[in-house]
């Protein structure tokens, strides 16, 4: 199946709705039926009937469709976000008593739902460092089900060789779950490495206009019906129909947009690599990556991620961060616009320069590069940086 085709065709059945191009939004949170018989026959599938929204609804239908082709997944679940796509994701694979091996610095929610939420009902985690397979393999007990990954991260780039740790897994009948935000399903194919599941926080790339928060699951038809038939229909975490028809929009230009701010990325990334008031760059590209192999075996194309390590205290990233004009101060990552995320902004003004949370210290300022031209956002950096 070609891009082109998940992206324009896949799952739009025009002759359904008038021939229009844009699909409905299906605002519905009930379908009705004709008979008994037919009600019966929607109960007996309210995965593949159409019954109920937080089961099935035939927006969101056509959204799960593009989103299992694009990973290249027999099925997906959307979720209300990224971090609902996660926990259901662990959820539906693991009782009380299981072990969970996971990487030592995964998204911060996700570190939450396994050792503060899941820790609470039983279920033991062991953190490792994911650079190296040997540290999984170390780190399994007898109980251990399930392998988290995150490669690559969101802050520092850490990778796992997920063909690897899969292999490993597979051999011992554990199942394997990777976040693959950061890479999009167009540059890193999980489930083709012999990963289980894959989820996306769809809030980035996938939707990639910043007006919508939404997760991603996808996996085997098996193993999607079990999420479904657990932690999806049991927490209810679903998007909402007009939720999905604005990332079925955004999905429409994902190549497109990422081929762009991938290019622009490179760029950013050159100058910053220059410049005297930048300690040091992480990205997977970055040349001084130590996981520079790996990026080239596994990770098809750069994403708009970097983090910067500035020659600077805590006053002068503030000066750097508040003299930005095109880069939007916040969280999150993956949109249109140019973003910048200055980590001491999580911490009290008078906290020490010291290592914090996810391994990034508080000179550390991360960027997600957005669609303008390149020469704004180089130029912006560099009256910015002379502010420091
Ligand atoms: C943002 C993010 C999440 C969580 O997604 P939400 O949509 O915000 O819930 C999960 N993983 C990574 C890597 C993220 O950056």
Redesign the pocket.
């Given at each position: 199946m070609d891009l082109s085709y998940i992206l324009n065709q896949l799952g739009e059945d025009r002759a359904q709705y008038f021939g229009a191009v844009a699909p409905p939004i299906v605002q519905s949170s009930i379908f009705a039926f004709p008979t008994v018989d037919a009600m019966r026959v929607g109960f007996r599938d309210e995965f593949g009937e159409h019954v109920y929204t937080r089961g099935n609804n035939p927006t969101v239908e056509i959204l799960r469709k593009k989103v299992a082709a694009l990973e290249g997944a027999e099925d997906c679940l959307m979720f209300g976000?990224?971090?609902?796509?996660?926990s259901a994701g662990v959820i539906a694979c693991l009782s009380g008593g299981d072990h969970v091996v996971c990487v030592a610095r995964?998204?911060s929610?996700?570190r939450a739902v396994l050792q503060d939420l899941l820790g609470r009902f039983g279920v033991a985690t062991t953190f490792v460092d994911g650079t190296d397979v040997a540290n999984f393999e170390h780190a399994l007990t007898e109980r251990t089900r399930l392998i988290v990954l995150?490669s690559p991260?969101?802050m520092t780039f850490e990778q796992q060789d997920l063909a690897a740790v899969a292999k490993l897994a597979k051999a011992r009948g554990i199942l394997t779950l990777c976040?693959n935000?950061?890479a999009t399903p167009l540059n890193q194919s999980p489930l083709a490495l012999g990963i289980d599941l894959v989820?996306?926080?769809?809030?980035?790339y996938l939707n990639g206009h910043s007006d919508v928060?939404?997760?991603a699951l996808c996996g085997s038809s098996e193993l999607i019906r079990k999420v479904f038939r657990g932690p999806y229909m049991t927490l209810g975490a679903i998007v909402a129909p007009h939720d999905a028809w604005l990332m079925i929009r955004g999905l429409r230009t994902l190549p497109i947009r990422m081929q762009r701010i991938a290019a622009t990325t490179g760029e950013v990334l050159a100058f910053l690599e220059n410049h005297p008031r930048v300690r040091r760059v992480f990205s997977p590209r970055a040349s001084g990556n130590a996981q520079f192999a790996l990026t080239q075996q596994q990770l098809h194309g750069a994403s708009g991620l970097l983090t910067i390590e500035l020659d600077a205290d805590v006053a002068g990233v503030e000066r750097f961060c508040d003299a930005l004009e095109r880069f939007l101060m916040t969280v999150?990552?993956?949109g249109y616009e140019s973003l910048a995320f200055p980590v001491c902004a999580v911490f009290p003004k008078d906290a020490p320069l010291r290592p914090a949370n996810g391994g990034a210290s508080l000179n550390f300022v991360r960027l997600s590069i957005g669609l303008e031209e390149p020469s704004v956002l180089i130029a912006d950096l560099d009256q910015a940086l002379a502010r420091i």
């Open positions: 976000s990224g971090a609902a796509a996660m995964p998204y929610w996700t995150e991260n969101s976040d935000s950061y989820a996306h926080s769809a809030t980035k928060v939404a997760g999150s990552w993956g």
